[in-house]
């Protein structure tokens, strides 16, 4: 987790709400996804961790009203989040061509970004203060592209030997992996939590 991470989550309150009357505000999520893309190939999902707003919003926001239950285990598989990536990328997609070329085309697509970042923003809450904070990030899109173009990238390494098993890195996992099990975790945001908890330093990346 870097020192930025937890005033992050205030950028997307800006787009979402202030790009309602200011549209081009939008146009950050092209950062994002820019930032996204030339990261986790490298990183797997570290950009979530670490960067992204809405992880940010997850971890020290929602987390202050959450129920803090179990994330299902169907969110997170992939049978699920395709379908999902593909739905949002194809309205995102047909929203804006839709658009390209009419009147005031520049505005009308920040207003489609930033109607996805609301919409998106309010399933995250409502999950995410039901269940767990990071409930959105287990079938997110952007986090299922980040999956499946590094997920093996970048890993958590676990010194067996050294391990006791207090199991206090999965306790503090805003993702609820089982993190003391050796096998590679795509889905693993890099956040660093359980490493530092660690009373044997048994983790590492």
């Known amino acids: 987790m870097l020192k930025i991470t937890p005033y992050l989550g205030i950028l997307v309150l800006i787009v979402s709400i202030g790009g309602l009357w200011y549209p081009p505000l939008g146009y950050f999520m092209l950062l994002i996804?820019?930032?996204?893309?030339?990261?986790?190939?490298?990183?797997?999902?570290?950009?979530?961790?670490?960067?992204?707003?809405?992880?940010?919003?997850?971890?020290?926001?929602?987390?202050?009203?959450?129920?803090?239950k179990?994330?299902?285990?169907i969110l997170r598989s992939l049978w699920v989040r395709i379908p999902?990536?593909?739905?949002?990328?194809?309205?995102?997609?047909?929203?804006?061509?839709?658009?390209?070329?009419?009147?005031?085309?520049?505005e009308k697509i920040g207003m489609i970004f930033v109607t996805i970042c609301l919409v998106t923003t309010a399933i995250a809450v409502l999950l995410g203060s039901y269940l767990s904070p990071r409930t959105w990030c287990s079938f997110c899109p952007m986090g299922t592209a980040q999956n499946l173009l590094g997920g093996k990238r970048y890993q958590l390494q676990l010194e067996k030997d050294k391990c006791i098993s207090c199991k206090k890195c999965e306790k503090v996992c805003p993702m609820q992996l089982k993190v003391c099990q050796i096998e590679t975790k795509p889905d693993c945001i890099k956040c660093g939590r359980c490493v530092s908890v660690c009373p044997k330093d048994a983790l590492k990346f």
């Open 33 to 68: 996804f820019a930032a996204i893309f030339l990261i986790s190939p490298f990183r797997g999902r570290w950009f979530c961790g670490n960067l992204c707003p809405r992880g940010s919003l997850a971890d020290f926001w929602i987390s202050k009203i959450s129920s803090k």
């Open 84 to 106: 999902i990536f593909l739905l949002m990328m194809g309205v995102m997609g047909y929203r804006i061509s839709s658009v390209i070329g009419t009147l005031n085309a520049f």
């Open 70 to 73: 179990k994330i299902p285990g």
